[in-house]
């Protein structure tokens, strides 16, 4: 299901060194994707596709050239999403963690990542392929929130043959211009993103807390506190981000609600 051939992507038109750069580097997420079946992998993988979306955003890119990222982003979410399936592994705890298998956490996926990625996989690759052609033709954005809707629809029952349809899904509004572009991130895309900014932040206090052992830095020290402080402080901001995510998502789904309710 999940071992379609990953199409090689190439620029429509003669591209600038930024962008050919970027494009080699999707080239080369997208062949060793192919091949790839080991977890961590994947996930390396998905995070380096995820950079390279984020980076086609910075360096204003174009859609093209960003949907060719997430593209290559959303294969290796389902990939993963197919594999954890199979496995079901559990957050890491000790009444979850069986003898001699991996947990999320020591993955670096944590639960929402997950389930996220295990509801892309379960998508049909005849519907993913369609999504993609569709998105790709009415010149809108390739998004996980996308897809993540298209599986709601198929888990309400919809059928292929409904969601399957000439007008692409809803996706993130997108502004795009040649000079320049900017994306107004759906709520759940937005989520994702803060939830892997609150991963990184994990990384990077174990770091802090390794260099300071290593440096015999006094957990006193007026430099030390001063660290753990921010750190702990952006941990509760990214915290309060994600229940605001959560609080507009359960908002939109009521006012849909509501207004398909409605004769």
């Not at 509004?173 to 709520?187: F, G, N």
């Not at 402080?233 to 309060?240: C, H, K, L, P, Y």
């Amino acid at each position: 299901m999940y071992g379609l051939p990953i199409p090689r992507l190439s620029p429509a038109r003669p591209a600038a060194l930024s962008q050919s750069s970027c494009l080699d580097q999707i080239n080369e997420v997208a062949e060793q994707l192919s091949h790839a079946t080991n977890l961590d992998q994947l996930k390396r993988l998905r995070d380096r596709a995820e950079y390279l979306r984020t980076l086609t955003v910075k360096r204003e890119l174009g859609l093209e050239v960003h949907n060719d990222a997430a593209e290559i982003k959303l294969r290796a979410e389902r990939k993963l999403g197919g594999r954890l399936s199979e496995m079901k592994l559990r957050g890491g705890d000790r009444r979850s963690h069986r003898k001699g298998q991996v947990s999320l956490r020591e993955l670096g996926i944590d639960k929402n990542q997950s389930a996220r990625w295990q509801q892309e996989a379960s998508v049909p690759d005849e519907l993913f392929t369609d999504y993609l052609a569709r998105t790709r033709t009415h010149g809108q954005e390739i998004s996980s929130a996308a897809l993540l809707r298209l599986a709601k629809k198929i888990r309400q029952g919809c059928g292929t043959n409904r969601v399957r349809m000439s007008e692409p899904l809803e996706s993130t509004k997108t502004s795009w211009t040649r000079e320049r572009w900017s994306i107004q991130a759906a709520p759940l895309e937005a989520s994702e993103i803060a939830t892997e900014g609150k991963n990184h932040l994990k990384t990077l206090n174990t770091l802090f807390e390794f260099l300071c052992e290593q440096a015999n830095l006094s957990p006193d020290a007026g430099e030390s506190r001063a660290c753990r402080r921010y750190l702990f402080e952006v941990a509760i901001q990214f915290d309060e981000l994600l229940d605001a995510f959560i609080r507009m998502t359960r908002a939109a789904e009521a006012k849909s609600a509501i207004e398909s309710s409605r004769p």
